[in-house]
């Protein structure tokens, strides 16, 4: 007993030693989470706007392709525990960042030409099985991304659990969160600038096909003002990712004087990993609770670019905008929250008081669009961003309460995995709904409404879920559970 205290102390003394992060490198790594948000911006604004309105691809099977990067997830667990167990050059979380950032910004601009060969083969043929194929490689393509980026974001959210502490981690959180909504943003404002040309607006980018005897959209001029935002944007990402991780884990990580396992030669299991991740009820609850938070909170990713041109007649380049105004929505409520709101409500109150508001968006989203009022949208999206930046900062304070050190990069894959699956789902889910609209209502803008009201119908049930989430009942599950399994580690 007294050996087990001592090593205590001197894993807590080790921890003191160690530098506390300043607000200066807090927003040096909030540049990863920018990046992540201007990729974001390309696949979920650019890439679907241009397949659902440009390329006529059918709105269900642009979305499952999208979708294919958020369905890989359950990869989310596997690098979260590899990034626990297996450092690579000495290095935990940083090197697993790296190497995802390299292959996610390069394989954006592959799907962008994958989905150019697709909208090709539909105006060439029509929906034949050549269509069909290229339909399948690009959402192999998109999984392949999202195995990418779960490798480096689950280390990242990882690196984030490591160098902070109790005192200071709900500040990171909202900075790191923050600079996400920043990176939205601004790439909504470069992106649109780069896209706000003549040629690929309205009549200018329509050509006339003999074969099929009417008009339709010249792809090579959509692909000469593209292509090139789409090797600018991830470049310029790759750069933040390296810039923002560069020295982090060397000189603040409490990794391995937290982790009692970290310098045995036995690291613990992805197997045993599973074995905490499971041992308490509080997992599943708090799963399904992200599941159907996330799935609710994002449905309209899949439709907002195509809402904007088919119910207001947008250009791309407006379509694109449309995400500043939620970015910066949300931008100001993670501030709001984490400074004012989490301090005096509570984790689970403010949550609850996000969801509540969004809902209220969602129905003025609607009305936006049934009096056609480009204002009105715009106003709905900046109070949507700011009932989301609420909820991230309630929800993601939530989350990192859910972690225990021993197996932090398992859990934060977990709850990744959670999200992931969900916004995976919401887009499949919100580009199946507004097909069965466009089925039921000759008028578009019910089509799209009908996808907002599901979003407010699971917003309540989240609410109702989120009543049974208790931190302390985690907690103490997860501590016997790691004791159960370092015990067994002994013995056998």
Not at 2 to 23: A, D, E, M, R, V
Not at 159 to 177: A, H, K
Not at 282 to 301: A, E, G, N, P
Not at 317 to 334: H, K, P, R, V
Request: charged share 10%; aromatic share 10%.
């Amino acid at each position: 007993m007294s050996t087990k205290n001592n090593l205590q102390t001197s894993s807590s003394q080790s921890i003191k030693l160690l530098p506390k992060i300043g607000l200066l490198t807090m927003f040096r790594l909030g540049l990863f989470q920018m990046g992540l948000g201007i990729m974001s911006l390309l696949t979920l604004g650019v890439i679907n706007r241009v397949m659902i309105d440009e390329l006529k691809v059918i709105p269900w099977v642009a979305a499952v392709a999208i979708a294919m990067y958020q369905f890989v997830s359950p990869a989310k667990i596997w690098f979260g525990q590899m990034s626990d167990s297996k450092p690579i050059k000495g290095y935990h979380r940083t090197v697993y960042i790296w190497i995802g950032a390299a292959f996610f910004t390069s394989l954006s601009y592959l799907a962008l030409q994958v989905a150019w060969k697709l909208g090709q083969s539909i105006q060439n043929i029509g929906w034949e099985w050549r269509t069909d194929i290229w339909a399948i490689v690009l959402g192999l393509v998109f999984a392949c991304y999202g195995l990418a980026l779960s490798m480096s974001s689950t280390p990242f959210a990882a690196l984030l659990v490591d160098i902070s502490d109790d005192d200071n981690r709900s500040q990171l959180i909202g900075i790191v969160w923050s600079m996400l909504m920043i990176g939205i943003v601004i790439g909504a404002i470069i992106s649109s600038q780069l896209l706000n040309t003549p040629e690929i607006c309205g009549p200018s980018i329509m050509t006339y096909n003999s074969s099929q005897g009417s008009k339709i959209v010249d792809i090579s001029v959509l692909k000469n003002t593209v292509n090139p935002v789409f090797v600018l944007m991830p470049m310029i990402v790759l750069g933040l990712c390296l810039i923002s991780t560069w020295g982090i884990e060397s000189n603040y990580s409490r990794f391995s004087t937290r982790s009692n396992h970290s310098q045995r030669e036995d690291q613990i299991t992805l197997k045993e990993s599973l074995k905490v991740l499971t041992a308490s009820r509080q997992t599943f609850v708090f799963f399904s609770f992200i599941l159907i938070l996330t799935l609710s909170l994002f449905m309209q990713d899949a439709v907002m670019e195509p809402y904007g041109g088919e119910v207001f007649g947008m250009c791309i380049s407006e379509t694109t905008q449309l995400n500043a105004f939620f970015g910066m929505g949300t931008l100001f409520g993670i501030g709001l929250t984490g400074f004012l709101i989490l301090p005096k409500l509570g984790k689970k109150q403010t949550t609850k008081i996000g969801c509540i508001f969004s809902i209220i968006c969602f129905t003025l989203i609607i009305f936006s669009g049934v009096m056609e009022s480009q204002n009105l949208l715009k106003f709905g999206l900046l109070l949507l961003g700011l009932a989301s930046g609420t909820i991230t900062a309630g929800a993601t304070s939530l989350m990192l309460d859910l972690t225990v050190a021993e197996t932090a990069g398992t859990f934060i894959g977990a709850w990744g995995l959670s999200q992931a699956m969900a916004r995976g789902f919401s887009t499949v889910l919100g580009g199946v709904i507004l097909y069965i609209g466009k089925s039921i209502f000759s008028t578009p803008v019910f089509s799209y409404s009908l996808v907002f009201l599901m979003q407010s119908i699971g917003m309540l049930f989240a609410i109702n879920v989120l009543k049974y989430v208790s931190v302390k009942e985690f907690q103490n599950d997860a501590k016997s559970a790691i004791s159960v399994v370092m015990e067994g580690d002994l013995e056998g």
